[in-house]
């Protein structure tokens, strides 16, 4: 009986809001068998800069944990545009603090730039397909996300 | 106000009758969704098969990116797995989500075998003990010292822990 159940299972869901022209703001929960954590994230273009960033611990393993609380605050001023920007994150925020809101941190911030991707092509509406795919793939690359897709002429 | 994008990640475990683990990441966002399946052999953690599908992509180079998952079979899950499977899946000549996924995945078999321990220390009866059962696993677990802020030095954990 229940021998095929799950013996860990991680959610990580994001949500995007796009609320004025150049400002995206990530609302992020993680939710695991151990952890659980929330964090709101605002990202400001065109350096696509941390501005703001808020957590709360819901489920946690240590009564040291909380401490990680305030480290968030070592993400403000990083840009997501920066070619190190994952390591500084999963330094600052996580290795100072924690691991796992690092990860959803950098969740958030991945979330953002394909909101970002999309907002770009929205816009270029009036653009052709291969002019508009040759900008983004311009912005890829200076975000560092560059791919397959981005790096092959359409 | 309406959502302008959103994003929904979901990774699980199954233990399988023959002793390995069927790990399962899938991703559905506003212009992407893609699932990655993976065996891993225990205890050496070995991926011996792996497959993933693209259901819905940013545009249709993406899907050429497909074959490269099967590079990993064959991998171990644990130190340098990061930079194995972004140079063979992800970076310019590949698929960066795909990779991501795959990491994901690698991420759920340490998770999985971190619950019982987890659990072992929050079932004891009073603050002191689990703070001896934080330590206790400390000191099994030294690559862990200076992980994160519990672990670092001056934290409560580390108080009477040699590590």
Not at chain 2, 48 to 70: D, F, G, H, I
């Amino acid at each position: 009986m229940f021998h095929e159940k799950l013996t860990f299972a991680r959610n990580k869901l994001v949500g995007v809001e796009y609320p004025r022209e150049n400002l995206f703001i990530a609302h992020g929960v993680l939710d695991d068998d151990i952890y659980s954590m929330e964090l709101d994230v605002e990202v400001e273009a065109p350096h696509f800069e941390i501005v703001r960033i808020n957590g709360v611990m819901k489920r946690i393993t240590t009564p040291e944990c909380w401490k990680a609380i305030p480290k968030l605050q070592n993400a403000v001023g990083l840009s997501l545009a920066d070619e190190d920007f994952t390591s500084k994150v999963n330094r600052r925020v996580g290795r100072e603090g924690c691991r796992h809101f690092a990860t959803l941190l950098l969740e958030c911030c991945d979330t953002i730039l394909r909101a970002a991707t999309l907002r770009e092509a929205e816009t270029g509406g009036d653009l052709e397909d291969e002019e508009l795919h040759r900008r983004q793939a311009e912005k890829m690359t200076l975000l560092h996300k560059d791919c397959l897709a981005y790096s092959t002429p359409k | 106000m309406v959502l302008f994008y959103s994003r929904n990640k979901h990774a699980s475990v199954t233990d399988r009758e023959d002793g390995s683990l069927l790990v399962k990441a899938q991703v559905e966002e506003t212009c992407f969704a893609a699932q990655v399946e993976m065996i891993v052999s225990l205890p050496d953690l070995e991926i011996t098969s792996v497959k993933a599908k693209v259901s819905r992509m940013m545009c249709e180079q993406c899907a050429e990116a497909l074959p490269l998952v099967n590079k990993v079979a064959g991998l171990k899950v644990g130190p340098g797995i990061i930079k194995i499977i972004n140079g063979l899946v992800g970076g310019s000549k590949g698929c960066p989500r795909l990779a991501e996924l795959l990491l994901e995945c690698c991420d759920q078999p340490i998770l999985r075998f971190t619950v019982g321990p987890i659990a072992e220390v929050l079932a004891m009866p009073t603050e002191e003990e689990q703070m001896e059962g934080h330590r206790e696993f400390l000191r099994r677990n030294p690559r862990l010292a200076d992980n994160c802020v519990a672990f670092a030095e001056g934290s409560l954990i580390r108080e009477g822990v040699e590590l």
